[in-house]
């Protein structure tokens, strides 16, 4: 059964780049079948939906991050990553990162909290 | 992009209850909603797709309905283990959408 599992810095100062990566386990990466997704929940909101990597390797952001956002895969490591530059305080947030068929997510991970601040 | 509007934010209920949660969407988006289950401590999982669809693995107890903005989870015959988060998500346009989500206590 695949495992997904966040990790990253959980502190990052503003202006910084935020980098997080997601281990896949009990499945490969490179099959071609799934998207990745990545989502952040800020506290007290609701989730928002950063952008996915589609089974066909192309990537859609959501216009309110695309100028900022990078997904990418590692097949080599089985990561999938996330790259979110120049951020904010309100960037602060749980990140998380998910699994899914083509179109929506499957198996999430259990989130990784990254706080903004100096 | 579509706002989805779910609630109740917060409920509690026995076991053996029966519960509905609501997410009402800002513009049709066909059966394009997800329903997605997260326990305390857990990532979370996927529990009714397109809808309606009732996911392999999840309980008969669960199911959904709705089509087009108004759509609802519906959870009979509460058991303990069914306390949790619950939300939706729409993937009928970009960028995909949230409900607020809905923590749901067993009593």
């Known amino acids: 059964q695949v495992q997904l599992q966040e990790s990253g810095p959980g502190l990052v100062k503003p202006s910084q780049t935020l980098s997080l990566t997601c281990a896949v386990s009990?499945?490969?990466?490179?099959?071609?079948?799934?998207?990745w997704t990545w989502s952040r929940q800020p506290p007290g909101k609701r989730l928002e939906w950063i952008g996915y990597?589609?089974?066909?390797?192309?990537?859609y952001y959501n216009p309110s991050l695309e100028s900022r956002t990078s997904i990418s895969l590692d097949t080599s490591t089985n990561l999938f990553s996330l790259k979110l530059t120049s951020v904010t305080a309100a960037d602060t947030a749980v990140y998380y990162c998910?699994?899914?068929?083509?179109?929506?997510?499957?198996?999430w991970g259990q989130g990784t909290l990254v706080t903004v601040s100096s | 992009e579509t706002t989805l509007t779910q609630s109740p934010a917060f409920m509690s209920a026995t076991p053996g209850d029966k519960v509905n949660i609501s997410c009402k969407a800002s513009?049709?988006?066909?059966?394009?909603i997800s329903w997605y289950q997260q326990r305390p401590g857990e990532g979370a999982i996927l529990i009714i797709q397109e809808a309606t669809t009732l996911v392999p693995g999840t309980p008969p107890r669960f199911s959904g309905s709705g089509y087009g903005t108004d759509f609802t989870l519906t959870i009979t015959n509460i058991e303990s283990e069914d306390a949790a988060y619950y939300f939706c998500?729409?993937?009928?346009?970009?960028?995909?959408?949230f409900g607020q989500g809905t923590k749901l206590e067993i009593k």
């Open positions: 009990g499945g490969s990466i490179s099959s071609g079948t799934y998207s």
């Open positions: 998910a699994r899914g068929g083509c179109d929506y997510p499957q198996k």
């Open positions: 998500l729409q993937h009928d346009n970009f960028p995909y959408t």
């Open positions: 513009q049709h988006i066909d059966h394009d």
């Open positions: 990597m589609y089974c066909s390797g192309s990537t």
